[in-house]
Structure formats: structure tokens, C-alpha cells
């Protein structure tokens, strides 16, 4: 194709249109209708953006114009302006250029980030160049997206689980993750009860109540009420059961730090709260391990005959 000037508008056919980099939009099928109905009933107001890539004319916003375009009868021609750059400024160009007018949702951002780091080979800092973020902000969104259960993902591509449900899910190691996702579309738990079940499951001791929180999440979650264990045990002592409450709220208490430590920490903190935290830290390193010593010498205790 001639030399495009990045601020000329050409009308271009829709089968020369390629839509590669629609892998890195979510679908929003609603969104498409009412897009088609603006474009049938008042014409295409703004024009697509494209990259000129050789032979192809890909795509870089404009998806739903494009798809609404090729359902309406007479329409085989979009209006497009074309950008003069590379492979890796072209995805980066698909965040940049929504940034404003509709920010890209966080799972779009996480899909552009891996694009751009493991299919590219970019470095991190590199990446947040291009997408004008700091390397911390590239790395919580490749992380999250590489704690996701293959299943989860392909569902996301789909539509069928959203964005604020995959955060969840990411909370969980990803060998758990598909059981979580069953439960949450057998039961159709919203995203707030799938965050109380990812809770529950994070804080479970025992395989009988991971088992009840994914066969009756809801009933799991009424019971709980801040604890994982139900209020009273009736194969425990008194003392038995004092303890099973006392040890289920530590271990939500420790799953929640956890989970803190390993996909939050130092990315959420500023400078001047490093020496003020640092003592308590320290506390918390040294009382893990006398308990992590007595717990050894008790469960060995109870497994005597």
C-alpha cells in the first residue's frame, strides 16, 4: 500500500480488515448491539484505527464497529486512519488509545502485557515504556494472568466468566481453581459470593470442609460467618471445640497474609512504611517458627495410638 499520512482518513473494504488483535478485547455482546444500532441508524461517526502490516490491514480499535459493519446489509467499506509503527507499539496502541474514552478493562491490560513480555520478549520495564505504566503495574497484571487455570482463561475469552470472578479465582493455586469454578456456574454464585467461597476454601483445614464449601457454598458461606468451621462440633469435646474455632480463624487470618505477601507486599506499600512494619514482620517471621516447631511435636503426638 502507498505511504498512509497518519492523519488521512480512507475508506477501506472489510475483507481486507484483519482482526488478529481482537484476542486482547473482551467480548461485550451487548456493547456490539448497541454499536450496530448506532451505526445503522446514524453511520459510522468515528473512524477505526489501523496498523498497515504488509499485505494486512490489522486492526488496532475499532472491533465492534468492524463486526457490526459486516452484519448490515450494503455496508462493505469502514473509514480508517492508519498508524505508522511496529508490532509491539501497535498492541501497546490498543491500551493507549482507550485509555481515555473507555479504559480497557483489567483483564484486556493483562492480555496486552503478555503479549508484549512473553510473546514478544519485551522486558518489563520496556513494556511499561510502551504502555506508559511502571514496571509494577506490568507485573501484577502478568502474574495475575499466569495464576489462571487454563479453563479459566479460555472461558474469559468467551464471555462466560467475568473479570472481577478471575481475580478471585487467581487467589486460589491453580490446581484448585477448576473445582471453584464449577461450584461458582453450578451454583451461579455472584462475584461477591465467590469471594467468600475462595475465603473459606484458602482458610479450609480439613478435606470434609473444603468438601462442604464446594458442594454447598451457600450454605458454607451462612455458616461460617467469619470462621470456617460450623459453631459446634458435636464429635468434640468442649475444649475440642474451643480450639477448632480458635485454630479455623488463624488459619483465615494466616491465609489472608499469604495471599497478601505473595501477590500484594512491597507493591502496595510506600517507602516510609518499610522501618515502621519492619519490627512486626520480624516478630511474625520468629513466632511462626516456634509454632511451626510445637505444631510438628503436637501433630506427631496425635498421631500416636
Not at 469502514?78 to 507499539?89: F, K, P, T, Y
Not at 506508559?132 to 503495574?137: D, L, N, V
Not at 484448585?176 to 451454583?187: D, F, G, I, P, V
Not at 480458635?246 to 507493591?267: E, F, I, K, N, P
Request: proline share 4%; hydrophobic share 45%.
Amino acid at each position: 500500500m502507498s505511504h498512509w499520512p497518519t492523519d488521512e482518513i480512507r475508506n477501506v473494504p472489510l475483507e481486507r480488515l484483519d482482526e488478529r488483535f481482537r484476542r486482547y478485547r473482551l467480548v461485550d455482546a451487548a456493547a456490539e448491539r448497541a454499536v450496530r444500532r448506532s451505526l445503522e441508524r446514524y453511520g459510522q461517526l468515528a473512524p477505526i484505527v489501523i496498523w498497515d502490516q504488509e499485505e494486512s490491514l490489522v486492526v488496532i480499535d475499532g472491533f465492534k464497529r468492524l463486526q457490526a459493519a459486516r452484519t448490515l446489509k450494503g455496508t462493505e467499506t469502514l473509514a480508517a486512519r492508519c498508524l505508522e509503527v511496529d508490532a509491539q507499539a501497535a498492541k501497546a496502541a490498543i491500551y493507549t488509545l482507550n485509555r481515555l474514552s473507555r479504559p480497557p478493562q483489567e483483564l484486556e491490560e493483562v492480555w496486552i502485557v503478555h503479549a508484549l513480555v512473553r510473546e514478544d520478549g519485551l522486558s518489563q520495564v520496556d513494556a511499561g515504556a510502551l504502555l506508559g505504566r511502571h514496571k509494577s503495574w506490568v507485573n501484577r497484571r502478568l502474574a495475575m494472568w499466569e495464576r489462571l487455570a487454563e479453563a479459566a482463561k479460555e472461558e474469559l475469552r468467551l464471555g462466560l466468566l467475568s473479570p472481577t470472578m478471575a481475580r478471585q479465582l487467581t487467589r486460589l493455586p491453580v490446581g484448585n481453581q477448576s473445582e471453584a469454578l464449577a461450584t461458582a456456574r453450578e451454583a451461579a454464585l455472584t462475584s461477591a459470593e465467590l469471594s467468600g467461597v475462595v475465603d473459606l476454601l484458602l482458610a479450609s483445614s480439613t478435606g470434609e470442609q473444603k468438601a462442604l464449601v464446594l458442594q454447598e457454598p451457600r450454605r458454607a458461606l451462612q455458616q461460617a460467618q467469619g470462621i470456617c468451621l460450623p459453631s459446634w462440633d458435636p464429635r468434640l469435646s468442649t475444649a475440642g471445640n474451643r480450639v477448632a474455632r480458635q485454630l479455623a480463624a488463624l488459619l483465615d487470618r494466616l491465609a489472608q497474609m499469604h495471599s497478601w505477601l505473595r501477590y500484594s507486599g512491597r507493591a502496595v506499600l510506600r517507602a516510609c512504611d518499610r522501618e515502621p512494619l519492619q519490627p512486626g514482620f520480624e516478630r511474625l517471621q520468629a513466632e511462626l517458627e516456634a509454632v511451626r516447631e510445637a505444631t510438628q511435636d503436637f501433630v506427631a503426638e496425635l498421631k500416636q495410638p
